[in-house]
């Protein structure tokens, strides 16, 4: 199942499947701060790419402040054997642990994540649904921050061209797909 939607100039594609499947020039990781892997989307794509993500991670890591990636910001590094290139890095906010930033904090996620898609000149990336697992934020609030980011990025400028959202199950899928319907009509 996928929609696409023409957005500024670019498209928004939704589907319903396994991000590590991808063949876009990157994929974003829904990781923790402690950034060496973990369970749900993060472990999917860590045993994807294999070991040599992991020692990328392992090295990143040596230059953040106090060895972690802050919420809301991003990472990039090699996608080794996934089909991706590349790997984008996010920490999503723990719903209602963030002293009531958490919108502000899943943006900054995005908007990070498709400003270096920009400066690398990546073509196209695919997101999951972040921080609506573990982290307990709720799909029909996250979407809408999410795809509000996207406008942003394929109306702004030429990179990147396709933004594609790997969504796991139905319901993520539902609610992804009412708040794209809402922001740019129905899907072509
Ligand atoms: N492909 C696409 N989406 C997936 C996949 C996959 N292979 N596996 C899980 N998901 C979905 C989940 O169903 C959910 O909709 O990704 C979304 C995000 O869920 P989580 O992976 O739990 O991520 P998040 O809520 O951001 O919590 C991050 O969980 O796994 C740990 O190390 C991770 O500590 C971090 C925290």
Known sequence: MELRFAVGRGTLVLLQGDITRESTDAIANAANSGFLGGGGVDGAIH?????GLLEACREAKKSLPGGRLR?????ITPGFSLKARHVIH???????EVGGDDARL???CYFEALR?????GLES???PSISTGVHGYPVEEAAPIALGEVKRALELGDRP???RFA????????AYEEAARRLFGAPS
Do not use: W
């Open 161 to 163: 061209r396709e933004v």
């Open 125 to 127: 990336i695919a997101f």
């Open 90 to 96: 996010c920490v999503g906010p723990i719903y209602g």
């Open 106 to 108: 899943l943006a900054s």
């Open 71 to 75: 919420t809301g910001g991003t990472i």
């Open 116 to 120: 270096l898609c920009r400066e690398n």
């Open 167 to 174: 969504l796991f199950d139905a319901g993520t899928f539902a």
């Open 47 to 51: 045993r994807a790419a294999g070991r």
